[in-house]
């Protein structure tokens, strides 16, 4: 077994963890507080990410861990692990079974590894930047299409302000059709080739670090929408399936 192998295997333990502590909540009664940036978090959310950060703190002590409700440890370790127990909190809240877990693991600042792991229905990728597999098998992104043959995904127009908003409109009305909702699992099914594009912005480094190495495996692309690679992009996100429909999409963003 490489330590590639052994990482990506560590960080299925780690979404085991995380599954186990949130299913007890999933449409059951718990309190749900607003954060300073307006985002619910709730007690899923705390003990999904407790949970993974003890085992992380027991089998590499030497890791840094960035997590969205408990913060940084040693975040300029050579890895770091980043941590969203529930991206989606909304819809996990709303009893949605579209949230999902997101690990990703950081070496040397590039993702490296990422996990993206729906506790209810039970879809799972994993990723290395080299392969991705969907539920144990290998999966592909779709083949390469125009954008006017293409599905674009994003959460919610209310993510974007309204400079972005008013330059993703331009993707979407050239779009074959746009699908709202599904927050992280849209990248697993960009991955699995039934979506051909997620476009995002203000994501957060826990929002994006475990999608990179997914996309990448399946075949697919993901930067900013400067171009630049996701580990340096200012949460302005475009997954896609080709190297084409990307630059198509990031034309249509002013992003030439």
């Given at each position: 077994m490489t330590d590639t192998d052994r990482l990506v295997r560590f960080a299925e333990t780690l979404a085991d963890a995380a599954g186990a502590a949130i299913r007890p909540y999933f449409r059951a009664g718990f309190d749900i507080e607003v954060k300073s940036d307006a985002s619910p978090v709730t007690a899923a959310d705390r003990a999904a990410e407790a949970a993974m950060r003890r085992l992380i703190e027991a089998a590499f002590p030497d890791h840094g861990i960035v997590g969205e409700e408990y913060g940084d440890h040693r975040a300029d370790a050579e890895f770091v692990w980043v941590l969203d127990p529930i991206d989606g909190t909304r819809a996990f809240v709303a009893g949605r079974p579209l949230f999902g877990t997101l690990i990703g693991l950081l070496?040397?600042?590039?993702?490296?590894?990422?996990?993206?792991?729906?506790?209810?229905?039970?879809?799972?990728?994993?990723?290395?930047?080299?392969?991705?597999?969907?539920?144990?098998?290998?999966?592909?992104?779709?083949?390469?299409?125009?954008?006017?043959?293409?599905?674009?995904?994003?959460?919610?127009?209310?993510?974007?302000?309204?400079?972005?908003?008013?330059?993703?409109?331009?993707?979407?009305?050239?779009?074959?059709?746009?699908?709202?909702?599904?927050?992280?699992?849209?990248?697993?099914?960009?991955?699995?080739?039934?979506l051909d594009m997620v476009i995002e912005a203000g994501l957060k480094l826990h929002d994006w670090a475990a999608l990179v190495p997914v996309i990448e495996g399946a075949g697919g692309i993901a930067t900013g929408w400067d171009r630049t690679p996701g580990a340096d992009s200012e949460g302005r996100i475009v997954a896609a399936s080709c190297p084409a429909l990307h630059a198509e999409a990031l034309a249509l963003l002013g992003c030439v």
């Open positions: 070496h040397e600042g590039r993702p490296a590894v990422g996990v993206i792991d729906q506790p209810i229905i039970g879809d799972r990728w994993v990723g290395d930047g080299r392969s991705a597999q969907f539920n144990g098998r290998a999966c592909r992104v779709a083949p390469s299409k125009p954008l006017a043959s293409a599905r674009v995904g994003t959460t919610s127009p209310q993510a974007f302000d309204p400079a972005n908003f008013a330059r993703f409109e331009r993707v979407r009305a050239a779009a074959l059709d746009t699908l709202y909702g599904g927050d992280c699992h849209n990248y697993g099914l960009v991955a699995s080739g039934h």
